[in-house]
C-alpha cells in the first residue's frame, strides 16, 4: 500500500512545530527581555510633577539636604514626601505670589497634600526599607542617580533583582550567599 503523505510532509510539520514553539518562546521571553531594558524601565524619562520642582535650585543652588524635604528617610520604608506646611514654610517668604505654586497655595489653605507622582519604586513583593539603607551608609545618588542635576526628577536605574543584589554582594565583599544576599532579605 502507498503512503498517505510524502515523506517532504514530514519536514513541512517539523518546521511547522519548530516554528510554533520558537513563536511561543519568543511571546514568552520578549516581555521579560523589554522590561529589563532601559527604554522598557523608563530610565531618564522625567516625571512631569503637579508643581514644577526643581532639584537644581533647591539642592546644588540653596544647599537643602535631601532629609529636609523627605524628613522620613532615616527611620521608615518610605522616604516620605514633603508636606504642603514643610514647603510652605519656605514659600510663605520666598516666591509667596508666584504663578507656578498656585497649587501648593490652594492645598496650603485646604489641607490637602500635594499629590506628587512616584518616580521609583519595587515591585510589592519586596521588603525595602530606606531607614536601612541610609545607615548603611548607602547614598541616596546610588539608587536615585544625581538628583541635584536633574530639573525634573527621572528614574536614573531600572531596580531589578540584578541591582540590588549587585550592590548587596559588593557590600558585602563576596558572591557567597550571606546575611545580604539571602531571599529573605528582600522577599518577605
Known amino acids: 500500500m502507498p503512503a498517505l503523505f510524502a515523506r517532504s510532509s514530514n519536514t513541512l510539520y517539523r518546521l511547522a ?75 510663605g517668604q520666598v516666591w509667596p505670589d508666584s504663578p507656578e505654586l498656585a497649587l501648593l497655595r490652594a492645598n496650603f489653605a485646604t489641607h490637602q497634600p500635594v499629590t506628587w507622582k512616584r518616580v521609583t519604586a519595587v515591585p510589592a513583593h519586596v521588603y525595602f526599607h530606606h531607614g536601612v539603607h541610609v545607615h548603611a551608609g548607602v547614598a541616596c545618588e546610588e539608587c536615585h542617580g544625581q538628583i541635584e542635576d536633574m530639573p525634573r526628577v527621572a528614574r536614573a536605574y531600572r531596580l531589578t533583582m540584578n541591582f540590588c543584589v549587585d550592590c548587596h554582594r559588593q557590600r558585602s565583599g563576596s558572591r557567597a550567599i550571606g546575611r545580604l544576599t539571602t531571599c529573605s532579605t528582600c522577599h518577605r
Open 17 to 91: 512545530i519548530a516554528g510554533a514553539v520558537g513563536t511561543l518562546t519568543a511571546a514568552i521571553c520578549a516581555p521579560m527581555i523589554y522590561i529589563r531594558t532601559a527604554y522598557g524601565g523608563d530610565v531618564g524619562d522625567q516625571i512631569e510633577q503637579p508643581i514644577a520642582f526643581d532639584h537644581r535650585h533647591h539642592v546644588r543652588d540653596d544647599g537643602i539636604d535631601c532629609v529636609y524635604c523627605h524628613d522620613t528617610v532615616e527611620t521608615s520604608e518610605e522616604a516620605g514626601l514633603p508636606s504642603t506646611e514643610r514647603c510652605m514654610g519656605c514659600h
